[in-house]
T-cell receptor
Framework: DADVTQTPRNRITKTGKRIMLECSQT?????MYWYRQDPGLGLQLIYY???????NKGEISDGYSVSRQAQAKFSLSLESAIPNQTALYFC?????????????FGEGSRLTVL | AQKITQTQPGMFVQEKEAVTLDCTYD???????LFWYKQPSSGEMIFLIY??????QNATEGRYSLNFQKARKSANLVISASQLGDSAMYFC????????????FGSGTKLNVKP
């Protein structure tokens, strides 16, 4: 099983619908992140969390919200989806003392908003 | 200014040859880390190699090496003896000590390995 699991892996929805992307991890890391990937733009940080009581906005948080339900769970919500939120979304984790402190990514959630 | 710049949107390399993927970065921090990730067509992000700003030697991991030129603020990825399975997108990323939990990514380079 993957260390960082995202659900759903693919989702097609309509404008105005509420969407939740879920992430769970078994790595025991405190830090969790949500990134968005658009073609030609690399990865942009949406939100990140250091622990259950700590949530921080990233570069592109408008239109998104997050919830850190437990150390191992971090969900991303689109309250009212719009077409330009069509993208590939990644959850990632990192932990102190873990190698280089690199990010460990989930397999991605591809979201299409019609 | 962009923190990470990858100037090669796409590259081709012949199988078994070496290839260099360019990455330059911008930071005023003295302590930072540089990372390379591979993204195959299946979409997952795979960590390849890491270089710390205070590391005196270039990092190596198997066929991957990082050509770190601190004065020039470049951190190029060198893949030796390219294989067909190396065809993928490659992303350079940086993390600064002053904002340890924030990673900056470049726009990526798509590498195609020709048989």
């Amino acid at each position: 099983d993957a260390d960082v699991t995202q659900t759903p892996r693919n989702r097609i929805t309509k404008t105005g619908k509420r969407i939740m992307l879920e992430c769970s991890q078994t790595k025991g890391h405190d830090r969790m992140y949500w990134y968005r990937q658009d073609p030609g733009l690399g990865l942009q940080l949406i939100y990140y969390s250091f622990d259950v009581k700590d949530i921080n906005k990233g570069e592109i948080s408008d239109g998104y919200s997050v919830s850190r339900q437990a150390q191992a769970k971090f969900s991303l919500s689109l309250e009212s989806a719009i077409p330009n939120q069509t993208a590939l979304y990644f959850c990632a984790t990192s932990g102190p003392g873990q190698g280089a402190g690199e990010l460990f990514f989930g397999e991605g959630s591809r979201l299409t908003v019609l | 200014a962009q923190k990470i710049t990858q100037t090669q949107p796409g590259m081709f390399v012949q199988e078994k040859e070496a290839v260099t993927l360019d990455c330059t970065y911008d930071t005023s921090d003295q302590s930072y880390g540089l990372f390379w990730y591979k993204q195959p067509s299946s979409g997952e992000m795979i960590f390849l190699i890491y270089q710390g700003s205070y590391d005196e030697q270039n990092a190596t991991e198997g066929r991957y090496s990082l050509n770190f030129q601190k004065a020039r603020k470049s951190a190029n990825l060198v893949i030796s003896a390219s294989q067909l399975g190396d065809s993928a997108m490659y992303f350079c990323a940086m993390r600064e000590a002053l904002n340890f939990n924030k990673f900056y990514f470049g726009s990526g380079t798509k590498l195609n390995v020709k048989p």
